[in-house]
């Protein structure tokens, strides 16, 4: 079948890709110095790490990044694609590096999951493309948010999902209008840069930092140097693969699975700060995050993730795509070495010791009408599974600016949010948030459910996810109305199309693998595999994956029925669905 939907891409300084392209053009040169290789090791040339002196690539990815910096497709794109069109595109370039400018190939429509099994992944392509805004800290001005909801209309049929990963994605897009999208993009300060490959992906932030009584300390600072600072930097454009980093004052952006995140923690001596925490990551390998014990003050957060990031890059496993993540590293070396390795090679001082945040039970999803320090109100509102349009975009944009808002937040969780409301606008925006189809109070279905983007537009995907989830939504709406005010904390429910978890599968209370299973006769069908019980914070974990536990796609309304009902009536007082 196909790949995976990853990355590939990017040379780096060390090599000499700099003269000429594969297509003849001139790439930059990057001049960072060449770290010398010290002694050679049979466990270093098995896993191909670069601190170790192994730098033949040993598989297809490896070599295409070597072969040109994926960055310098962006060029390709502009002088020589976006004129003569989709069929000119070269082949290591349309499924490789086109991925460093946030562009992947768009499942091309009448291949169900059902029809896919030994599809290859040329004839899976349609000719249009999904296109990755990347949305640091989650956070826009209403004046970008209505660019992209126009670009949206203009070019992308109307489509806009909000990820959960503060991302908003974009589907139908041509090569030919790419150059005029990022021209309207850049003029307001939004990017796509790295948006996918392997590389710094978009840097997840509070949505509330800044305007939150619960955040220790706001990290905005520390997202905007590093953004400015690295993202296109040509020394970390080839990673052995993706990597995800989060930054928050409060427990709100999953910090348990992403590769590296800083959260925000008081230390005893020297005050509010960051912990950090180093592996996380999901797919067909999860593994959660593990504390490196030490305590970064907001200003050194910057040069830190420039350490951990450079440690990925140099000792990150090279061999195999599904054991290239920093996690399998942090996994055999331990968070003891790897600190150690960071600190004296790469940051050459020690870091300060430092406590663990206390874990928060839940999830903090920033839905409905809230406080700001500053005496005025947010507003959150669940877009069903993360679905939106440009159109709604447009509308979200004008809304809250005539409540004189002019800040609009996206959250790992596929919400939205609007800042700065004063408390005697907020009805007028929630009125107006309505009519949109936002509502500020949904239901507890349609406020935790999420998915990824599946069958639809996604090559990997066995079945439909985003439509899935939005009618679940409005059945169990119907089947569980008279249960639902008794559920105090939402039961999360997350699809996902294949085993890649896009959507945190295995971290929901009710977590849904896409995958083709047999129906009533033997027939194959779109089904998902169950994990139950995971979660996040006090109750980190992964769900249970029971053998057999499978369900049809068509049944999941009265199979999460069941669920829910079984939990409301058998749970002891105060207990989750994750403790259950
Ligand atoms: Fe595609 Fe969903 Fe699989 Fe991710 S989890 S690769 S979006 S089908």
């Given at each position: 079948m196909t790949s995976?939907?990853?990355?590939?891409?990017?040379?780096?300084?060390?090599?000499?890709?700099?003269?000429?392209?594969?297509?003849?053009?001139?790439?930059?040169?990057?001049?960072?110095?060449?770290?010398?290789?010290p002694k050679r090791a049979r466990k270093g040339k098995a896993e191909g790490q670069w601190a170790l002196g192994y730098r033949e690539p040993l598989n297809k990815n490896e070599q295409s990044k070597k072969d040109d910096n994926p960055l310098n497709v962006r060029a390709r794109i502009e002088n020589i694609y976006a004129h003569r069109g989709f069929d000119s595109?070269?082949?290591?370039?349309?499924?490789?590096?086109?991925?460093?400018?946030?562009?992947?190939?768009?499942?091309?429509?009448?291949?169900?999951?059902?029809?896919?099994?030994?599809?290859?992944?040329?004839?899976?392509?349609?000719?249009?493309?999904?296109?990755?805004?990347?949305?640091?800290?989650?956070?826009?001005?209403?004046?970008?948010?209505?660019?992209?909801?126009?670009?949206?209309?203009?070019?992308a049929r109307d489509t806009a999902d909000i990820t959960d990963r503060e991302n908003v994605q974009l589907h139908w897009i041509r090569v030919e209008d790419v150059p005029e999208i990022w021209r309207r993009l850049e003029a307001v300060n939004l990017s796509t840069t790295e948006a996918c490959g392997d590389c710094p992906r978009v840097v997840l932030g509070s949505p509330v930092a800044g305007i939150s009584a619960d955040e220790v300390i706001d990290g905005t600072p520390a997202i905007t140097e590093i953004v400015?600072?690295?993202?296109?930097?040509?020394?970390?454009?080839?990673?052995?693969?993706?990597f995800k980093t989060a930054i928050s004052g409060q427990q709100d952006v999953a910090h348990e699975v992403n590769d590296v995140s800083f959260v925000g923690v008081v230390h005893p001596e020297h005050g509010p700060g960051f912990d950090i925490h180093v592996g996380g990551g999901l797919s067909t390998n999860p593994k959660l995050a593990v504390r490196l014990g030490a305590w970064v003050p907001l200003e050194e957060v910057p040069d830190v993730w420039h350490a951990v990031v450079q440690t990925f890059r140099d000792y990150g496993y090279r061999r195999l795509r599904t054991r290239a993540r920093i996690k399998f590293l942090i996994a055999d070396w331990g968070p003891e070495r790897f600190r150690q390795v960071m600190e004296d090679e790469y940051l050459h001082r020690k870091l300060i010791d430092g406590p663990a945040p206390e874990a928060i039970a839940g999830t903090i999803d920033h839905v409905g009408i809230h406080d700001q320090t500053d005496g005025r109100k947010f507003v959150g509102v669940a877009p069903p599974a993360g679905r939106t349009s440009g159109s709604t975009l447009v509308g979200v944009a004008k809304a809250a600016e005539d409540v004189g808002s002019t800040r609009v937040r996206l959250t790992p969780y596929q919400k939205l949010l609007v800042l700065d409301v004063a408390e005697d606008r907020v009805e007028t925006?929630?009125?107006?948030?309505?009519?949109?189809?936002?509502?500020?109070?949904?239901?507890?279905?349609?406020?935790?459910?999420?998915?990824?983007?599946?069958?639809?537009?996604?090559?990997?995907?066995?079945?439909?996810?985003?439509n899935r989830a939005g009618d679940l939504v409005g059945e169990l709406e119907k089947l569980c109305?008279?249960?639902?005010?008794?559920?105090?904390?939402?039961?999360?429910?997350?699809?996902?199309?294949?085993?890649?978890?896009?959507?945190?599968?295995?971290?929901?209370?009710i977590g849904l693998k896409g995958q083709i299973v047999n129906d009533a006769d033997g027939n194959p069908a779109a089904g998902f595999q169950v994990h139950l019980g995971g979660g996040l914070g006090l109750d980190s974990g992964f769900g249970r994956k029971l053998r057999g536990h499978k369900v049809l796609s068509d049944d999941l309304g009265p199979y999460v029925e069941r669920l829910v009902r079984a939990f409301v009536e058998n749970r002891a007082e105060g207990e989750r669905f994750a403790q259950w």
């Open positions: 995976a939907p990853s990355s590939e891409g990017a040379s780096t300084p060390e090599e000499s890709y700099a003269e000429t392209t594969p297509l003849g053009l001139r790439g930059d040169i990057d001049e960072t110095p060449v770290k010398p290789a595109i070269d082949p290591a370039d349309l499924r490789g590096r086109f991925r460093w400018m946030g562009l992947y190939t768009q499942r091309a429509e009448g291949f169900p999951g059902t029809d896919t099994g030994h599809v290859e992944e040329e004839e899976l392509d349609a000719s249009y493309f999904m296109l990755r805004v990347r949305v640091d800290g989650g956070a826009l001005t209403t004046e970008q948010l209505r660019v992209i909801g126009e670009i949206s209309q203009t070019f400015e600072r690295f993202i296109g930097d040509r020394s970390l454009s080839n990673l052995p693969r993706k925006l929630t009125n107006a948030l309505d009519h949109l189809g936002l509502p500020a109070r949904p239901s507890v279905f349609r406020r935790a459910t999420m998915a990824c983007t599946g069958l639809e537009f996604c090559k990997l995907a066995f079945v439909d996810t985003k109305a008279d249960v639902a005010g008794d559920l105090h904390d939402p039961i999360s429910i997350h699809l996902n199309g294949c085993p890649n978890s896009c959507a945190r599968v295995q971290v929901a209370d």
